[in-house]
């Protein structure tokens, strides 16, 4: 996924994702915060901050902050944000996660939330973050996951791609942890998550036009069994929701 469509459509609804309730909360995040709490990290490094609602939720674990992004009105958008909440201390800067202007283990704790999918090379990402981790340190990542069923996990992403175009792909659950592993993280937790989506706002926040949001639909509706599991589409109240998995994996560097 090229870095400039990524820029095109998250600089063009910046606003949408700051004021995103699926970003703003949820209890993958909640977990992260009370890990980051009990380990109270000094130094800690927020990648694809988006929104920057993940720097402000762990705001009050860890003293020093530096959210980034390769957005800049992204960036700009969530600065304003954690502002607007009284988080002045947090820094802010403009980098791709997957090439970091940092020198080795220079942070405590690295995170990086919703955003690895849309990351071109995500071991990259993952070998960077581990770079610039001191001793001890650990790498937090929220994402959304596919499915184990190789075809389901295609038309999973298939269906974001739809919605999204520069979204990359999600990965599977095991495929994270092999990363983490690859790259002398151990294991601390891997906890699984089923999170309920609008479907309206789902499409709102990038700004889908009325005949892809109809081929959504149909995708959501008619998918095969495993896909259709996946999604769990319902109406409630005459409106659609459905599902996507996420996980919250955390690694700690090893010697």
């Known amino acids: ?76 958008a969530a600065r304003s944000f954690l502002h607007e909440h009284g988080a002045h201390a947090t820094k802010f800067a403009l980098h791709n996660a997957a090439q970091l202007p940092f020198s080795g283990a220079c942070f405590d704790a690295v995170t990086c939330r919703l955003a690895a999918h849309h990351f071109a090379a995500p071991d990259q990402f993952v070998s960077e973050s581990v770079r610039c981790l001191r001793k001890d340190g650990c790498l937090a990542v929220i994402d959304n996951v596919a499915p184990d069923n190789l075809a389901a996990a295609a038309l999973v992403n298939a269906f974001e791609k739809l919605r999204d175009p520069s979204h990359g792909r999600h990965q599977t659950a095991a495929h994270w942890e092999a990363m983490f592993a690859a790259h002398r993280l151990r294991v601390a937790l891997s906890q699984p998550y089923r999170k309920t989506l609008n479907f309206a706002d789902y499409c709102m926040r990038m700004s889908v036009p009325a005949h892809t949001r109809t081929q959504l639909i149909a995708l959501l509706l008619q998918a095969p069994a495993a896909v259709h599991s996946y999604f769990n589409p319902r109406t409630i109240d005459g409106a659609l929701w459905f599902d996507l998995h996420e996980i919250l994996i955390i690694g700690t560097l090893e010697e």
């Open 1 to 76: 996924m090229s870095n400039s469509l990524v820029q095109a459509q998250f600089g063009a609804h910046a606003a949408n994702y700051v004021a995103s309730a699926a970003h703003a909360a949820g209890e993958s995040l909640d977990h992260l915060r009370d890990w980051m709490a009990a380990r109270r990290p000094n130094r800690l490094l927020d990648l694809a901050t988006g929104g920057g609602h993940t720097a402000l939720a762990l705001g009050s674990a860890c003293p020093q902050v530096l959210a980034t992004d390769i957005t800049f009105p992204m960036l700009l």
